[in-house]
């Protein structure tokens, strides 16, 4: 049993610290969000985790990772995602082989393992591949393979603990080298144990929205009361998700701010718009849903978990298991003002599936397209 690799990190003051995680391999919104925040050499970068897998662009956003870390000071933890590879290729961990038939074969071309496997045109088939493999891996991605078994499981400053999953169990911080690494690096629901912590303690791993169960909201969570900071926006797993930024002035500041990147395009709203008082989150926890009426944009359904009727998109519902289930859907309408910029999942023959600072809503008004 690994236990948790606590490194201790300088934040001096006058740095500017930015906090990323559960980039999942999509590359162009890391870039495209350290561009916006206008990150330089003067900044340190700190990588929550999770910045490879379930996306097309892992292999590449770990060598762009390394690469800068070249020029800039970066820093990352290890999340539940990102030692798969090396674990795969040391069958140190209690992994089984069925696991990896399950998610290369799930994942496809968004597992880091497949990524690797076609660079080197090797074919990965199934488990019959699995040995020439993981001989081949260690002498074509030994700078890889390194630089991932290497990190850290948490990084901890005076003021500061950065960890991928949480601090499981009943202690806190000071407890974390006594504990296992898994559990610290997959620690679902961590703001629903009720901890509270002496530093802040700064997580990733568990998408903000599914902590909501009205609205979905993919803003990062700050708990003064608790010390704690949760700032994975879903990127890469939900089709509103975004990459958060959160930006620390310097590394003793409580000044805490944030910026996201999703991608979407954005216009401006025309109308004003209150919100609804009553409204749903349907998160991928609890997603079964009954089909009442199909259409080919809306379907009437009934969630099963709560037993509300709302119309979603047609396009959400997809089979699993033989259950029919749903993207995340909402009914909830954002509050709007003519002005507001919004950024646009989906235009519909009944208004847009629209984003307002992180929160994810019906707007029915018009735009300035």
């Known amino acids: 049993m690994e236990l948790a690799k606590v490194v ?32 330089d050499r003067s900044d340190i970068l700190i990588l929550l985790g999770d910045l490879l897998e379930k996306g097309e662009d892992s292999l590449a956003a770990l060598r762009y990772v390394m690469e800068l870390g070249q020029a800039h000071e970066v820093h990352m933890v290890c999340g539940n995602c990102d030692n798969l590879a ?84 009943a202690g806190g911080e000071e407890d974390m080298t006594t504990l296992p690494a898994w559990p610290c690096m997959k620690c679902d629901d961590f703001l629903g144990m009720g901890k509270s912590f002496s530093k802040w303690v700064v997580v990733g791993h568990w998408p903000v929205t599914l902590y909501n169960p009205k609205i979905p909201s993919a803003a990062p969570l700050i708990l003064p009361e608790r010390h704690i900071i949760s700032i994975d926006g879903g990127c890469q797993l939900k089709w509103d998700g975004q990459l958060n930024a959160l930006i620390l002035p310097d590394g003793q500041s409580e000044d805490f701010t944030w910026q996201s990147y999703d991608g979407l395009p954005s216009a401006a709203a025309l109308d ?98």
Not at 288 to 315: M, N, Y
């Open 8 to 39: 201790p990190i300088a934040l001096p003051p006058g740095r500017r610290v930015i906090v990323i995680s559960d980039i999942h391999g999509n590359l162009a919104f890391l870039k495209g969000l350290l561009a916006q925040v206008g990150f």
């Open 86 to 169: 090396y674990n795969f290729v040391d069958q140190l961990s209690d992994i089984p082989e069925s696991f990896y038939i399950s998610y290369i074969g799930g994942w496809g071309k968004k597992c880091v393992l497949r990524q690797m496997a076609d660079e080197i045109g090797l074919p990965l088939r199934g488990v019959e591949d699995y040995p020439a493999l993981r001989a081949a891996l260690p002498r074509r991605f030994r700078r890889e393979l390194d630089y991932l078994r290497a990190l850290p499981t948490a990084l901890t400053s005076e003021k500061y603990l950065f960890v991928h999953g949480g601090i499981p169990g």
């Open 272 to 369: 004003p718009q209150s919100p609804n008082e009553d409204s749903i989150n349907i998160r991928w926890s609890e997603n079964p849903v009954e089909i009442l009426q199909p259409g080919p944009e809306f379907s009437r359904c009934r969630h099963i978990a709560s037993g509300r009727v709302l119309d979603i998109l047609t396009q959400y519902l997809y089979e699993k298991g033989g259950v029919t289930r749903c993207e995340d859907s909402t009914d909830y309408l954002l509050p709007v003002s003519p002005g507001d910029v919004l950024s646009i999942v989906r235009a519909t023959s009944r208004g847009y599936l629209a984003k307002k600072d992180g929160v994810t809503g019906w707007y029915l008004g018009r735009l300035a397209l």
